[in-house]
Nanobody, 126 residues
Framework: QVRLVESGGGLVRPGGSLTLSCAASGSILKIDVMGWYRQVPGKDRELVATITSSGLTNYANSVKDRFTISRDNGKNTTNLLMSGLKPEDTAVYYC????????????????????WGQGTQVNVTS
């Protein structure tokens, strides 16, 4: 099985910075896409940022120029550096992994899709 574990959430003042980390464990050969999503009560989970194994990134407009996503393919980890935090960034942040390659069986590629961490709370308040 594949497990994602987030860390680094907490309380921060507006304008401050925080780094979230996520580590994927299990028998993993490769993860195509890793990313971060967030959710506040009563709203849908929304994309924050994603990064492919080749380093291609995608950000929500609301966090562009403030957040930076990175990853270490060898360690199956991803970080989210959040700067210039605003109260509206308050949410539970979830790590996500998509197309997790577990093994090859001849021509077949055994893959898991859409894996989620348990979430970490980020509170931005003065």
């Amino acid at each position: 099985q594949v497990r994602l574990v987030e860390s680094g959430g907490g309380l921060v003042r507006p304008g401050g910075s925080l780094t979230l980390s996520c580590a994927a464990s299990g028998s993993i050969l490769k993860i195509d896409v890793m990313g971060w999503y967030r959710q506040v009560p009563g709203k849908d989970r929304e994309l924050v940022a994603t990064i492919t194994s080749s380093g291609l990134t995608n950000y929500a407009n609301s966090v562009k120029d403030r957040f930076t996503i990175s990853r270490d393919n060898g360690k199956n980890t991803t970080n989210l550096l959040m700067s210039g935090l605003k109260p509206e960034d308050t949410a539970v942040y979830y790590c996500h992994a998509d197309r997790v390659v577990l093994r090859y069986e001849g021509t077949r590629v055994i893959t898991l899709i859409d894996r989620w961490g348990q979430g970490t709370q980020v509170n931005v308040t003065s």
